[in-house]
């Protein structure tokens, strides 16, 4: 069992900025890529980045490319996405996934995932 627990999520108004971190106590969560997504109400769950283990490949979905970066530094200090020029529709539920296998972009190439953190956008 991997446990992933984001954190960092809020309101926000749109231009804002907020960071979100994804962490874990597994031993080789850093030895993992691990990605980001998201899921507003009653739409499909979105990919929004990913990040290679060694932090030196990332990839981002086109809808988030120039405002969003996702880092990891320190292995304590986790994963995380800085989110920036926030917009409405970049509200949802924030989920983090340990990377498995397959497509980064895909929800089936991710095997443990988070609980999420709520990530509101609104004036």
């Known amino acids: 069992q991997v446990d992933l627990v984001e954190s960092g999520g809020g309101s926000v108004q749109p231009g804002g900025s907020l960071t979100l971190s994804c962490t874990s106590s597994?031993?080789?969560?850093?030895?993992?890529?691990v990605g980001w997504f998201r899921q507003a109400p009653g739409e499909d769950r979105e990919f929004v980045a990913t990040?290679?283990?060694?932090?030196?490949?990332?990839f981002y979905g086109d809808s988030v490319k120039g405002r969003f970066t996702i880092s990891r530094e320190k292995p304590e200090n986790g994963v995380q996405l800085q989110m920036n020029s926030l917009k409405p529709e970049d509200t949802g539920v924030y989920y983090c996934a340990r990377y498995y296998s397959g497509d980064v972009a895909s929800i089936g190439a991710y095997d443990y995932w988070g609980r999420g953190t709520q990530v509101t956008v609104s004036s």
């Open positions: 990040i290679s283990w060694s932090g030196d490949r990332t």
């Open positions: 597994a031993r080789h969560f850093s030895d993992s890529a």
